[in-house]
């Protein structure tokens, strides 16, 4: 019981769907005040079994602190009411040439070890009707990259959103980004990136790949 709610949270109730995901019911009844309290209170409690001082003046805010970092900016991607709107243009215009939006920041979190993926996102579609406005491609990038991530996921739920959101196939993605999991533990490969990419309608033609790719040189 907490906060006068009684909250089960069962890791295996829920399977989050690619694209429009579910969040498991005993989360979808709090709210983002009570989210931030609990896992506080988990927190601290991780914090004493480190043998960590919670009443050191610089360590007594942390929890709090890592609580609402968690919900109000890491992970607020995990709450479908922070998913930007895609504000669309007619193509009055009569663009019909491939739109690229590239260096796109990926600051996102790695699900294994909750450590930082830090990276590039490059991303492409050909106008089918209409446009959207260039800054929501990034914002949409963003909301996917604040959750716990794999990026072979992260990639296709990129890929997947401006699908519905630009009523078009003809859509590319490509993620280039560092595994602080992979730099900075384990095995400790401070160089190595990972690539992941999705080509679907026109893009999956070799020389509409080639083209796309030859911007991002
Ligand atoms: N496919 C994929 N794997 C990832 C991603 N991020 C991290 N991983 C990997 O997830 C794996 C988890 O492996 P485990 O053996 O369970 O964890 P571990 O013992 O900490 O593994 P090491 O990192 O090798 O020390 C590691 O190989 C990570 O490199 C990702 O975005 N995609
Ligand atoms: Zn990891």
Do not use: W
Not at 115 to 138: C, E, L, M, R, T
């Amino acid at each position: 019981m907490q906060n006068g709610k009684t909250i089960t949270l069962n890791g295996n109730n829920h399977r989050p769907l690619l694209i429009d995901e579910l969040i498991s019911p005993a989360t979808q009844a709090l709210n983002g005040e009570e989210k931030i309290k609990l896992i506080e209170n988990h927190f601290r409690q991780i914090m004493l079994l480190l043998g960590l001082d919670l009443n050191d003046d610089s360590l007594k805010g942390t929890p709090s602190r890592v609580a609402k970092m968690y919900v109000n900016e890491m992970f607020s991607g995990l709450n479908p009411a922070t998913k930007p709107e895609a504000t669309l243009f007619e193509n009055n215009y009569g663009y019909n040439e491939m739109l690229v939006e590239k260096n796109i920041t990926v600051y996102s979190c790695c699900e294994h070890h909750f450590v930082p993926i830090i990276g590039k996102a490059h991303v492409a579609y050909y106008p089918n009707g209409k446009v959207i406005g260039q800054s929501k491609i990034n914002r949409l990038v963003h909301y996917y990259c604040k959750r716990p991530q794999v990026q072979e996921r992260l990639t296709v739920q990129i890929a997947g959103a401006l699908k519905e959101a630009l009523h078009t196939e003809d859509v590319a993605v490509v993620v280039d980004a560092a595994h602080l999991c992979v730099a900075s533990r384990g095995v400790g490969d401070v160089g190595s990136t990972t690539l992941t990419s999705h080509y679907s309608g026109r893009f999956k033609r070799e020389e509409v790949k080639k083209e796309f790719l030859s911007f991002l040189k």
